[in-house]
């Protein structure tokens, strides 16, 4: 485990914590005036290896060889001229620190957004160390500076990831529906007011990801994709981007704990590990891996369903059990995807400089308003 601490002063500024996975949609921005939950689990960081924050420059400032250089092939809003290896840390996790009062604005609309830069000091020494992110629609978190910190071991070894058998044992998967609350909300008489059962915002982003790498993985072929909730999340927008009439790439869910995939598998929608990020493959596979989040692919896998109607008959004694709550219900609108994180994916796979998946992003508005994104 490690703990971060000023590099100005050293005095520390967070509780011991255990690297994880930088989450896929860590930079998303969800809906609007959304309150979406802390990024991080207690007890985690992670890094982001590419630079994010500000400075920005437009992407029309952007020569393409340095665009190529830092492993853009398609265009972008904008490109961050911040240093690359930010960390994330959840808010609590932090102590020794205080808010910059005059760095508290930018363009934030209902808490701070980062966007003018560190808004968190060192209580110690007032050097600028992170930026406290808490605005609606953005996941809530501490950025770390990566110039304004440093990171000491606290225990002398390194935690053992999770094998994979462990995974699959805990059986964490991420829901795909849950209920979303508007900013400001409170709950009031044990139930929460101005809030709505949604698509996770998780769940939306995970698959922009997989979804770039699918259009990737077709070869400009229609795709079929495994009926249930994967044909939910991925068969709509495969149907409208790609062409109709040659024979079908073909995926299926592999991983560990399934059966192996056969031969005719074209690509493979497979999970990524959740502390260490290596996507799992097969061995002497030629397969396409897909990645997605553990949790998203455990569901797919072994989804979560609840009775149509309460079980009938006599529990054994010291048994209880609640028939009165309902299932979750449905969201209102079918599954979309998230633009940004699919436009952000894309544009840094170079198979996107093919002309056919150039069009689909140069399209992506169009797709937007069809209602995929």
């Known amino acids: 485990m490690f703990v971060f601490v000023c590099a100005g002063c050293g005095a520390e500024l967070t509780a011991p914590l255990s690297q994880i996975a930088l989450p896929v949609h860590a930079h998303q921005k969800y809906g609007n005036g959304t309150q979406l939950p802390v990024?991080?689990?207690?007890?985690?960081?992670?890094?982001?290896p590419e630079p994010w924050g500000p400075p920005w420059r437009w992407w029309e400032e952007i020569h393409p060889d340095e665009a190529a250089a830092r492993g853009l092939h398609a265009p972008v809003r904008a490109v961050s001229d911040g240093a690359p290896g930010a960390t994330v840390i959840a808010p609590g996790d932090a102590h020794g620190t205080v808010l910059i009062p005059e760095n508290r604005g930018g363009g934030h609309c209902c808490g701070l957004d980062g966007s003018a830069g560190p808004n968190v000091a060192c209580a110690a020494c007032a050097l600028p160390v992170a930026s406290r992110i808490?605005?609606?629609?953005?996941?809530?978190?501490?950025?770390?500076?990566?110039?304004?910190?440093?990171?000491?071991?606290?225990?002398?070894?390194?935690?053992?990831?999770?094998?994979?058998?462990?995974?699959m044992a805990e059986g964490e998967g991420t829901p795909p529906v849950e209920p979303l609350a508007a900013w400001g909300s409170r709950l009031r008489a044990g139930h929460w007011s101005n809030h709505w059962w949604s698509w996770s915002p998780q769940w939306e982003a995970a698959a922009s990801r997989a979804l770039a790498h699918l259009l990737v993985a077709s070869e400009g072929r229609p795709v079929a994709v495994p009926d249930g909730l994967a044909a939910e999340v991925f068969r709509r927008p495969l149907e409208a981007m790609l062409p109709a009439g040659p024979p079908a790439r073909r995926a299926v869910l592999a991983g560990p704990g399934r059966p192996a995939p056969d031969a005719e598998a074209d690509i493979l929608l497979v999970p990524v590990h959740p502390q260490t990020g290596e996507v799992w493959a097969p061995a002497d596979s030629t397969a396409?891996?897909?990645?997605?989040?553990?949790?998203?692919?455990?569901?797919?896998?072994?989804p979560e369903t609840d009775p149509p109607v309460p079980t009938s008959g006599v529990l054994p004694d010291g048994v209880l059990r609640d028939d009165f709550d309902p299932p979750a219900p449905r969201p209102h609108h079918l599954f979309r995807a998230d633009p940004e994180t699919f436009r952000r994916t894309l544009a840094r796979l170079p198979d996107v400089r093919s002309p056919w998946l150039r069009a689909i992003l140069d399209n992506l508005t169009q797709h937007i308003q069809a209602g995929y994104f």
């Open 39 to 48: 990024l991080m689990e207690s007890g985690t960081f992670a890094v982001d």
């Open 134 to 167: 808490d605005d609606c629609s953005l996941w809530q978190a501490m950025w770390l500076a990566p110039s304004a910190v440093r990171r000491l071991r606290v225990d002398g070894t390194d935690a053992v990831p999770r094998s994979w058998a462990e995974l």
């Open 288 to 302: 396409y891996p897909v990645p997605l989040p553990f949790g998203v692919w455990l569901w797919l896998v072994l």
